[in-house]
């Protein structure tokens, strides 16, 4: 099988070879793949901002705009925690290190879990808001080269869904050149080293149970009538050069 025209990797902000100034819903194409609004040079302890929701979440087909509005409030939370983490990461006693318990363990935990949750929520937000339906034709040749067809990539997407509890991903894995449904049961367990996420579909209870209760399936089905798939597409073509 072989890869789409181009190699796709992972590229750092400001690397993409897409034209300087271009832009995706007025966010840098580079930011759309890369989550997180970044405040002032602090290095490793920089204070992270929280994404506006973008408006056209609060029209989503199957997806209420009350549903939405509190499943963004859920990510200012992760944002807040992870300037909090980081904060407090300046000063922790590094002394009392210890992997059964201490204030800098408690940390480290906990700022992957955090991070990973403003960060994946950022995707999913990004990837909402379009009209569904299938991607252009360079991804979805993508998607049949890795899967021997979209109809065997879109069923083992949503089964994904299903038998997870917490994110199914369409990521690119750069180390075997293959787009792989990569699944996730909370924001800091299930990450494949080098997967790049391309579309992310969150499946916590958060995500749907006030528009369907305990029907995943229905929530799974709204989320794909509202995938932008310019905006997955804009992921992919921003790891090509």
Known sequence: MDMPTGRYTHKGPGESKIPSGTTYRNYPVDMV??????????????????RPLPPELLRLRGISARNMQEHYKLYQGYVHKTNEIRSLLRTVDRAT?????????????????????????????????????????????????????????????????????????????????????????????????????????????????MDYGTDRKGYIEAFFQNIDWAAVEARLHALKH
Request: net charge negative; hydrophobic share 35%.
């Open 33 to 50: 793949y890369f989550p997180g609004q970044y405040t002032g040079n602090q290095g490793a302890y920089t204070p992270v901002t929280a």
């Open 97 to 209: 290190a210890n992997a059964t318990y201490s204030p800098l363990r408690a940390l480290k935990v906990e700022e992957s879990y955090a991070t990973n949750g403003a960060k994946l929520h950022e995707l999913y937000f990004g990837n909402l808001g379009g009209p569904g339906g299938r991607p252009a034709q360079d991804l979805y040749d993508f998607i049949v080269r890795s899967f021997g067809s979209y109809e065997a990539w879109e069923t083992d997407f949503k089964a994904s869904g299903l038998a997870v509890r917490g994110w199914a991903t369409l990521s690119f894995d750069p180390d075997d050149g293959f787009l792989h449904n990569y699944s996730m049961d909370a924001h800091n367990a299930g990450l494949v080293v080098h997967m790049i996420p391309l579309l992310v579909m969150d499946v916590y209870e958060h995500a749907y149970y």
